[in-house]
T-cell receptor, first 113, second 115 residues
Framework: KAGVTQTPRYLIKTRGQQVTLSCSPI?????VSWYQQTPGQGLQFLFE???????NKGNFPGRFSGRQFSNSRSEMNVSTLELGDSALYLC????????????FGPGTRLTVT | DQQVKQNSPSLSVQEGRISILNCDYT??????FLWYKKYPAEGPTFLIS?????DKNEDGRFTVFLNKSAKHLSLHIVPSQPGDSAVYFC??????????????FGSGTQLTVLP
């Protein structure tokens, strides 16, 4: 099976702009989670989608939003970008939201200038 | 409030020696623990896991130990190889809303294995 894919891999945006990141999970996986990785902070959980519904959400402001489509592909949107949003955004998928292990994509490196 | 902590941001070990990576947690509801390895420009990949009903799990050169009373787990790599140089993340799993599970990650430890 193909792994989790994320597009684009790299992105440079200006403060105040918005951005949309895309994630295609492993075939058959219905759960998609998003994480933000910054130096020293590890992976911070953003939200998880399962069957097109947001099931769980981390402690991030409302500028961060997402959605999932019927084919399980997911998008994450960040509006009114701030310099502190510069990070690696990782998407992970699993068959169901009760499964322990998650499979990660390579991430999207977002730089906000 | 960091529920999963990796207090050592970096660790250097000589090739062939043992690498020990540590992780502490505070939430006693965590019942499953995982280690992920991450190379630059790649996503984290699953390495090894352990259930809270066990105290040790071994897979080749990798062994994870769990001390529930101390809320501490460690990953041992023996012998260490230069290809093991990566960032290692500790993660803990808890169930919520019935069967749903959430992973909480530590901040990672950069392991460098010197040839």
């Amino acid at each position: 099976k193909a792994g989790v894919t994320q597009t684009p891999r790299y992105l440079i945006k200006t403060r105040g702009q918005q951005v949309t990141l895309s994630c295609s999970p492993i075939s058959g996986h219905r759960s998609v989670s998003w994480y933000q990785q910054t130096p020293g902070q590890g992976l911070q959980f953003l939200f998880e989608y399962f069957s097109e519904t947001q099931r769980n959400k981390g402690n991030f402001p409302g500028r961060f939003s997402g959605r999932q489509f019927s084919n399980s592909r997911s998008e994450m949107n960040v509006s009114t970008l701030e310099l502190g949003d510069s990070a690696l955004y990782l998407c992970a998928s699993r068959e169901s939201w009760g499964q322990y292990e998650q499979y990660f994509g390579p991430g999207t490196r977002l730089t906000v200038t | 409030d960091q529920q999963v902590k990796q207090n050592s941001p970096s660790l250097s070990v000589q090739e062939g020696r043992i690498s020990i990576l540590n992780c502490d947690y505070t939430n006693s509801m965590f019942d499953y623990f995982l280690w992920y390895k991450k190379y630059p420009a790649e996503g984290p990949t699953f390495l090894i896991s352990i259930s809270s009903i066990k105290d040790k799990n071994e897979d080749g050169r990798f062994t994870v130990f769990l001390n529930k009373s101390a809320k501490h787990l460690s990953l041992h790599i023996v012998p260490s190889q230069p290809g093991d140089s990566a960032v290692y993340f500790c993660a803990a799993s808890v169930s919520f809303s019935g069967s749903a599970r959430q992973l909480t990650f530590g901040s990672g430890t950069q392991l460098t294995v010197l040839p």
